[in-house]
């Protein structure tokens, strides 16, 4: 089956403009996960989401940075006003249920760069 | 919340020799722990996982051991080829949030 996809795979844009990175999970997979990977750095969590409930926005950065999910499909993550320091490649990732042992697949990254 | 680190950033070994990444954690309540290779380029992509009712899980030359008491756990590849070469990436979960990942280790096999 399909696994998860991101769009657009890569994004150039001028600071302070906003954009909106695109994540389509696997289908029937609850949990959603986004993440930031700086040039040969770590994973780093941002936003989770589980079903209905309220999504975990404890890795956010700042007020700049938000995301929306409708449902159990597709999310949105939104950077307003971007900085050059919001430069790298944003993972998302889906498991079928969330903190609970279960694989995170992961998708091929939006690599933004800000100029 | 928890705090993952992960030693060597960086490890070279020749083609054939054992190659061993070790990670602690910080939580006493993390009971799941996923390691995950990132080739470059590509998306990373879990290769073992161990949960906390075990001490060691073994996957052909892929093996992940877990100390609770000292809340460390290390992953273990022997027979080292070429293609193992990727940075590796361990992970802590507590059941309660996403996932905390360690900073990588890039390891590169010599032919």
């Known amino acids: 089956g399909a696994g998860v996809s991101q769009s657009p795979s890569n994004k150039v844009t001028e600071k302070g403009k906003d954009v909106e990175l695109r994540c389509d999970p696997i289908s029937g997979h609850t949990a959603l996960y986004w993440y930031r990977q700086r040039l040969g750095q770590g994973l780093e969590f941002l936003i989770y989401f589980q079903g209905n409930s309220a999504p975990d926005k404890s890795g956010l950065p700042s007020d700049r940075f938000s995301a929306e999910r409708t449902g159990e499909s597709v999310s949105t993550l939104t950077i307003q006003r971007t900085q050059q320091e919001d430069s790298a490649v944003y993972l998302c990732?889906?498991?079928?249920?969330?903190?609970?042992?279960?694989?995170?697949?992961f998708g091929p990254g939006t690599r933004l760069t800000v100029l | 919340g928890e705090n993952v680190e992960q030693h060597p950033s960086t490890l070279s070994v020749q083609e054939g020799d054992s190659a061993v990444i070790k990670c602690t954690y910080s939580?006493?309540?993390?009971?799941?722990f996923p390691w995950y290779k990132q080739e470059l380029g590509k998306r990373p992509q879990l290769i073992i996982d161990i949960r906390s009712n075990v001490g060691e899980k073994k996957d052909q030359r892929i093996a992940v051991t877990l100390n609770k008491t000292a809340k460390h756990f290390s992953l273990h590849i022997t027979e080292t080829q070429p293609e193992d070469s990727a940075v590796y990436f361990c992970a802590a979960d507590t059941g309660r949030r996403a996932l905390t990942f360690g900073s990588g280790t890039r390891l590169q096999v010599q032919p």
């Open positions: 939580d006493s309540a993390s009971n799941y």
């Open positions: 990732a889906s498991s079928s249920i969330a903190g609970s042992f279960s694989e995170q697949f």
